[in-house]
């Protein structure tokens, strides 16, 4: 098992930047592929970017591609989301995630473990 806690969050402009980090308890967190995801109010969650076990493979939705970057440090036990050029369709509450496997998906349902959330607010 892993427990996830999430921070970083907050108000920024838009175009400004936030880091989020996503530290992991328990369990071995390089066994893990990990992925961000983000719900907005009264929208479903949406997949933003995963990571694979080892780091060195990455996919973004096409959203965000160009714009956040996802990354971990596996002797740190954390996981990041880079930010830049935020906009207001951005605002939302990131959840991190963890699949207890080497495979990598988009899904929300493959995932077995769910951090509380951080709200991110974009203003105009």
């Known amino acids: 098992q892993v427990q996830l806690a999430e921070s970083g969050g907050g108000l920024v402009q838009a175009g400004g930047s936030l880091r989020l980090s996503c530290a992991a308890y328990?369990?071995?967190?390089?066994?893990?592929?990990m992925a961000w995801f983000r719900q907005a109010p009264g929208k479903e969650r949406d997949f933003v970017a995963i990571?694979?076990?080892?780091?060195?493979?990455?996919y973004y939705s096409d959203s965000v591609k160009g714009r956040f970057t996802i990354s971990r440090d596996n002797a740190k036990n954390t996981l990041y989301l880079q930010m830049n050029s935020l906009k207001p369709e951005d605002t939302a509450v990131y959840f991190c995630?963890?699949?207890?496997?080497?495979?990598?998906?988009?899904?929300?349902?493959?995932?077995?473990?769910w951090g509380q959330g951080t709200q991110v607010t974009v203003s105009s």
């Open positions: 995630a963890a699949a207890d496997t080497y495979q990598m998906s988009s899904a929300s349902r493959f995932y077995d473990y």
């Open positions: 328990g369990r071995a967190f390089s066994s893990y592929s």
């Open positions: 990571i694979s076990m080892s780091g060195g493979n990455t």
